[in-house]
């Protein structure tokens, strides 16, 4: 795979002003794209040597380019050359309107997105079925990427969590309170889409939004607790098709039986120990 990558490896040290400075010294800071780089002589006496069209050629290997008409830094014409000189499979997906360095979250979500899709044509899936019949749970960990990035394993279900960039995070994933409401909004709907097809109801579509917040106890009318503060989650449920009034009420004392909704509503006992491995 390949994003915004440059052809020839001259292209590289065409773009340092200052390669004097570099055999001088060994190795220097230099600015590609509004970024620092730290370059070492080794590197460019590397880079002098590749014949990346060769290379290529001879990958045999599926390959995705990524690439922008409008990068300043590497042109398209870049991408054209390496796509020819790649032998199939091979893919090109063009990224208008993003810089070199997809500076913009989105054009950075976007390749990720696709390469999800793209890579699964080529993954062995019987070693995916595997992993997903091994793992057990929900495995939590760090990426390494920022103070709170972690990596949330299910089976072959791969998700990030993380905080938002005012709280330290990258805000590269759910936070931790929205991964529960996203848990009981899934819950809430699959639920009510199980009952309204038992039900023969004709319900076309629905909608959860939830919102999670504190509340002072006393602002609780039915709550036992009645000091300090309690959480409390908002679930606004939309129900698209011709439901009569009996049968969206009905739905909605239906969305409080979620298994999910019961957790969290009822008493639970969550045990912690060290992990020996």
Not at 51 to 56: D, K, S
Not at 160 to 179: F, H, I, K
Not at 189 to 204: C, G, I, Q, V
Request: aromatic letters at 4%.
């Amino acid at each position: 795979m390949t994003i915004a990558a440059p052809c020839d490896p001259a292209h590289v040290t065409g773009l340092l002003k200052n390669r004097g400075d570099v055999d001088a010294a060994g190795d220097i800071n230099v600015t590609l794209a509004g970024r620092s780089f730290r370059v070492s002589r080794g590197f460019l006496d590397d880079v002098a040597q590749q014949r990346l069209g060769e290379r290529i050629g001879a990958l045999h290997k599926a390959l995705l380019l990524f690439h922008s008409p409008t990068d300043d830094i590497v042109g398209i014409e870049n991408a054209a050359f390496i796509f020819t000189a790649a032998k199939h499979p091979k893919s090109f997906v063009s990224l208008a309107g993003a810089d070199h360095l997809l500076s913009r979250g989105s054009d950075a979500t976007y390749v990720a997105s696709v390469i999800r899709a793209w890579v699964e044509r080529y993954l062995d899936a019987t070693n995916v079925v595997a992993d997903a019949q091994s793992d057990a749970g929900v495995l939590v960990r760090e990426t390494g990427a920022g103070r709170f990035q972690q990596e949330i394993r299910s089976g072959r279900h791969r998700i990030l969590a993380d905080e938002p960039v005012a709280a330290g995070g990258l805000d590269s994933g759910l936070e931790p309170y929205d991964l529960v409401l996203a848990g009981l909004g899934a819950c809430t709907s699959m639920t009510l889409r199980l009952y309204a097809e038992r039900k023969a109801l004709p319900l076309d579509r629905l909608t959860v939004r939830l919102h999670h917040s504190r509340i002072h106890a006393q602002d609780c009318t039915d709550c036992e607790t009645k000091e300090g503060l309690l959480d409390r989650i908002d679930r606004a449920i939309t129900f698209e098709g011709d439901l009569s009034k009996e049968e969206r009420k009905r739905l909605l004392e239906i969305a409080d039986k979620c298994p999910v909704h019961r957790t969290l509503t009822s008493e639970i006992d969550i045990r912690t120990v060290e992990d020996p491995t």
